[in-house]
């Protein structure tokens, strides 16, 4: 795994899909729009003064669309969570395009928070959709409808915008039928930029549920992004070594030696592990980098845009190019996005990693783990059967060994099973209760007590089990067979739904699972019992914010990082701890 | 002598065409309406009228025509109606969608998304209607370089309601009707010239002139139609329709929705078509007061401009016809909240991210503050399948099944191709007064044969809209007097369930198959024991 940012390994990124046309058009977009585009901003600037509500917002912004012509309207919504109800108000309007039966669309949204955090407000960003949907509409050459969208708060408004438009509206939102639809949506672009001006424009692409955009959408951005614009591009916003030298930033942090730090190969490699340990970041957590990342669940391919803070040289004028000529590159289209990759890592802007390069990674830990299960479970029914005879010569000559012979015993599964089982059951129990209101209002005292109780549970229900008959396999053998190879079935589903995930699920189960033995000594087997425990449950007590974001993804926008690590991971480790506990 | 009898030939010559040319009348008319968007929409229609013509009586196919000799009608077509005994036809061809809220109903009533074509004709021993159907399709494809040839018997349907015989109804044999659409079909400048051939004066004079194919295919939306009637007074009328809406709200530097002819369609119309008996420019003039029109002193009735070419003393062509607000800078869009124009507002979508099911939803709103009382017509090609037990009525959320009557159903149907033709669904809506009515119902989409699917690139099938239509006024004739026509939803796009046509998927399955070749045979070599076996006797 620790190839995966080599140089070597990556290969360069190219365009797959010939319609595409990349970089090969005149702009229009020019300096009157550019003063559009500071108009609004002077108008959003007063809004941000004047701390108007949600609601106002959305009424400033669909008359601003309304005097463009455009079919404009507010959507309400509510999301009800376990932590009270957040509610909202998208703005969205649909410019029909001339010609066209608007059967397919494009969206250009720009949500009122940046990801830039810290509640930054998304105000060039808004103000750069404003002025486009005022630009676009003077031109006939578009074959499909534009939608621009700007949704409410960061992600839960543009999620509920994208349920209500598919008609998929999950139980826990309340929303308003969308007044305005247009065809199917392909393709979306989602504008971040809240500083003042920016040097690189990055590309976020990672979705929810580790999803990720077609690869030509990226590469073409790329393309148009440095031909039209002259704006490098950047993955995330992490600047390549040769840009963030003369920024005084190092890639390494300042312990590292100078004679690594100048390395220009070293800090190739280090520029690409911060990539690539960004991507398994996201992605593990099922969590979207941006905006972009709710539509990728609808078929829609998406990126976020962000203008990566600094004092120069680009803004309004470079933006609006290259979003007008990624737009007329997503125009071109005749069909979905379907030619390049949708399993990648990208590596840097211009190089990327193909699935064959690094599932092998994930995929040699699991396959490692279903022969270490395998091979348990065959030991496991053999027994070195000592003759009455050469024991008692064994004790006089200790030197040679004893003699024997394999005895076939009896495997009974029932009680491994049972184990198995009930640790999944108990996953979702505590799935449910973390996702209760009580969980929510208490969670400094409910989080170490139930950790306490799910470790302390096993301890107690364990001696109700009757042991297996002394003539058969001992349950923790069998339950450590049964733990490997379900382990390593699951990592190697994860490694293509989900790759970072089972690279993770890899580092985690593969040799602590793979090391789960009983000992002799009481002490130990508990103290292993422990170690175990809090690598199961440990991080309900120690990573309480990530527990927190990991429900509430959960809940509005149904990532399904949250229940796999209660229901799957958790029992998994928890079944290795049981192991050590049995004797 | 020898000259004398040659001008006395050509003399009689000339007296029997004259003679020909007394049944046939042409005349031209184009209405500009200045739309509350700040578009335009411009409607040409050039009707050919053969007086005392009858269509052809179909049980006479076998026998030989009468002969065809036509000045102004165009041979053409007159050949195709004659050859397939068309009764009434109706063809149109439209790009864009037609935005009835801001737009208000059209001119001419078919603006469905691609192609529509609809023909009447008589029953027949002779040839079954079927086969002069897809003789008519093809003809017509050949005619207008349309994909007409595709709007085979898996969208061809009868639906008898919603498109009646708009003309008299011939008695020698009772009519079927054969409907068709295609919603893909895209409409471009190799449309236009055909069409334009029909026209007794080309593009050359008259108001054809001014139909420019740079700018009419620039506009925001643009259709054309062939409609072909039969009245038993006035005999066989063809009409030619071309619509277009443009935007100069757009095109203009200055953002003004100020037009005029030269700026819409970049022609002048120079001299007049000679055989016109009339030909006449109409503005529908808007309801305010600040605008301004020139030439001025136009025949004015009822808010409309009317400019008579033909009557014009030596063809002074009042060359370009301009109206413009002066008290305007720039064009100032109306702002919400905006009532539609039309009573009847229409929402289709379909709903469901799977590629296997989804939800068809229809919204119909009843903008009027008299109850409504509609058609409502689905031609679904045998891609969807409608689920008529989850057909449910709302109104805010709330189950009103008996605003829903006369429901028909005709599922899809095998046929003998193995081609299963299009499903219809009929029903009659009654909607209240300023309410919206949502009609749903599930849809399950078809796993298709590979063979089945197109080779071009793969985008989704286009479903052609649902159609409302008011229905005939005898049933009862309370206060339902609103004088509409068909209303035509956008059409939809659908994915069904494709296989990955690509490149690397036939790779993989090829070298799949390769190694379980190999490994199979290498397999069986190295684990196979090989022994002497000796047979004893």
């Known amino acids: 795994m620790l190839l995966i940012p080599l140089p070597l390994l990556s290969q360069g990124t190219y365009i797959d ?49 309304s005097k463009l012509g455009l079919a404009a309207s507010i959507q309400n919504y509510t999301f009800s969570t376990s932590k009270g109800t957040i509610s909202g108000h998208n703005v969205y309007a649909v410019m029909s395009s001339p010609r066209a039966a608007g059967t397919e669309a494009m969206v250009i949204s720009a949500s009122w928070l940046s990801r830039a955090g810290h509640g930054t407000l998304n105000l060039r960003g808004t103000s750069t959709v404003l002025s486009l949907a005022a630009f676009l509409k003077d031109y006939s050459l578009w074959a499909k409808d534009i939608i621009f969208i700007i949704s409410d708060d960061y992600l839960h408004g543009m999620h509920a915008w994208l349920n209500a438009y598919h008609g998929t509206v999950p139980s826990n939102l309340y929303t308003d039928p969308l007044e305005h639809t247009s065809g199917v949506i392909w393709t979306a672009l989602n504008i971040d930029y809240s500083s003042h001006s920016f040097s690189h424009l990055g590309v976020f692409h990672e979705g929810l549920n580790g999803r990720l955009p077609n690869q030509d959408l990226i590469n073409s951005f790329r393309l148009i992004s440095h031909y039209t614009g002259g704006v490098p591009m950047a993955v995330y916003d992490h600047l390549e070594p040769s840009d963030s030298v003369d920024r005084g930033q190092s890639v390494f942090p300042p312990w590292v030696p100078l004679s690594v730090q100048q390395s220009p190969q070293l800090q190739q490699y280090g520029y690409r592990v911060r990539n690539v340990v960004r991507h398994i970041g996201y992605q ?16 829609i391919d998406a990126i976020t845009l962000f203008a990566v803070p600094a004092d120069g040289p680009h803004g309004f004028h470079a933006l609006g190019r290259i979003v007008e000529s990624t737009l007329r590159t997503m125009n071109n289209l005749l069909e979905r996005l379907h030619a390049s990759f949708f399993f990648y890592i990208l590596t840097s802007p211009g190089t990327f990693m193909k699935i064959g390069m690094f599932l092998p990674s994930a995929i040699l830990v699991s396959v490692a783990m279903l022969f270490k299960g395998l091979g348990e479970w065959v030991t496991a029914g053999w027994v070195w059967e000592i003759y009455e005879t050469s024991l008692k010569s064994s004790e006089t000559e200790k030197s040679s060994p004893a003699k024997g012979t394999w005895r076939n015993r009896r495997r009974p599964l029932l009680s491994a099973l049972i184990v198995v089982v009930t640790t999944h059951v108990l996953g979702v129990l505590v799935f449910n209760l973390v996702c209760s209101r009580w969980f929510a ?67 985690t189960m593969g ?14 087997s508990r103290l292993r019992y422990a170690g175990y425990c809090v690598l199961a449950w440990g991080w309900l007590v120690l990573f309480p914010g990530e527990v927190e974001s990991a429900i509430w993804n959960w809940e509005v926008l149904g990532v399904w990082f949250a229940p796999f690590i209660f229901i799957v991971y958790a029992p998994l480790v928890m079944q290795a701890a049981i192991v050590c506990l049995q004797d | 002598m020898h000259r004398a009898s040659v001008w006395i030939f050509l003399a009689h010559l000339c007296i029997t065409s004259f003679a020909l040319y007394r049944g046939e009348n042409y005349r031209e008319d184009l209405r500009v309406q200045p739309l509350r968007d700040g578009r335009v929409s411009t409607t040409f229609s050039f009707v050919t009228v053969l007086e005392s013509a009858v269509p052809r009586n179909p049980n006479a196919l076998g026998q030989l025509d009468e002969s065809q000799h036509y000045a102004l009608f165009p041979l053409t077509l007159g050949q195709i109606l004659r050859e397939y005994a068309i009764t009434e036809l109706h063809l149109t061809l439209n790009a864009g969608k037609w935005n009835y809220d801001n737009w208000g109903h059209p001119h001419e009533a078919g603006v469905g998304t691609g192609a529509e074509l609809w023909a009447w004709m008589g029953a027949s021993e002779v040839t079954t209607v079927d086969e002069r159907w897809s003789g008519l399709r093809n003809a017509l494809s050949g005619l207008f370089c349309a994909s007409l040839g595709s709007l085979d018997s898996r969208r061809t349907l009868s639906p008898t309601v919603a498109f009646p015989l708009s003309g008299s109804t011939p008695t020698f044999s009772p009519h079927e009707l054969r409907h068709a659409s295609l919603p893909s079909e895209n409409v471009c400048t190799e449309n236009l010239t055909p069409f334009l051939k029909l026209l007794p004066c080309k593009s050359h004079a008259g108001l054809a002139a001014l139909l420019n194919p740079q700018k009419v295919f620039d506009a925001d939306w643009h259709g054309m139609g062939v409609h072909v009637t039969w009245k038993e007074d006035t005999g066989v009328e063809l009409k030619l329709t071309l619509q277009a809406v443009f935007n100069p709200v757009r095109t203009s530097t200055g953002k003004r929705r100020d037009w005029n002819l030269q700026l819409l369609f970049d022609r002048s119309i120079e001299q007049s078509c000679p055989v016109a008996s009339s030909s006449s420019i109409t503005v529908v003039l808007p309801d305010g007061k600040d605008y301004q029109i020139t030439p001025e002193n136009p025949v004015h009735v009822d808010g409309l401009a009317i400019y008579d070419l033909s009557s014009s003393p030596n063809f002074t062509i009042p060359s370009n016809i301009a109206m413009y607000w002066p008290s305007e800078h720039s064009f100032q869009y109306p702002l919400p909240p905006l009532t539609p124009v039309t009573p009847l507002s229409v929402k289709r979508t379909i709903h469901g991210t799977t590629q296997t099911r989804g939800v068809l939803s229809v919204s119909v709103t009843n903008n009027s503050p008299q109850e409504i009382s509609t058609g409502y017509l689905e031609m679904m090609p045998a891609l969807l399948t409608l689920w008529m037990h989850t057909l449910k009525v709302e109104i805010n959320s709330q189950i009103r099944s008996d605003l829903l009557s006369g429901l028909k159903y005709h599922p899809p149907s095998p046929q003998s191709n193995d081609r299963p033709s299009p499903s219809m669904l009929q029903a009659v809506l009654r909607i209240p007064p300023k309410t919206t009515l949502k009609i749903s119902m599930e849809v399950s989409k078809a796993f298709l044969k590979y063979t089945e699917h197109p080779p071009d690139a793969m985008r989704g099938w286009d479903l052609p809209g649902a159609v409302f239509f008011p229905l005939p006024q005898s049933s009862h004739d309370t206060s339902l007097s609103y004088n509409w026509e068909r209303i035509y939803t956008p059409t939809l796009l659908v994915d069904l369930p494709t296989p990955d046509f690509s490149m690397p998927y036939n790779v993989i399955i090829l070298s799949c198959t390769l190694m379980t070749l190999i490994f199979g045979s290498v397999f069986n070599l190295l684990t196979r024991k090989w022994v002497v076996m000796e047979i004893q006797e």
């Open chain 1, 17 to 65: 899909e010939n319609a595409l046309q990349p970089a090969q058009v005149n702009t229009y977009w020019n300096w009157g729009d550019v003063h559009t585009a500071d108009l609004q901003l002077y108008q959003l600037d007063g809004i941000q003064e004047r701390n108007l509500t949600s609601e106002q917002r959305a009424e400033f912004f669909m008359t601003e669309f």
């Open chain 1, 284 to 299: 593990a957590r099922g969590m979207c980098s941006g905006v972009h990342g709710l539509m990728h669940q609808f078929r």
């Open chain 1, 441 to 507: 209002e208490y969670p400094s005292f409910l989080a170490p007590a139930i950790f306490v109780a799910v470790s302390v549970a096993p301890l107690i229900l364990l001696p109700l089990f009757s042991a297996n008959a002394p003539e058969a396999a001992p349950t923790s053998m069998l339950l450590k067979s049964s733990n490997l190879c379900l382990a390593s079935t699951v990592i190697s589903i994860m490694s293509l739904l989900n790759f970072s995930l089972a690279a993770m699920l890899a580092i």
């Open chain 1, 511 to 524: 040799v602590p699972l793979a090391t789960s033995n009983t000992s002799s000594s009481t002490m130990i």
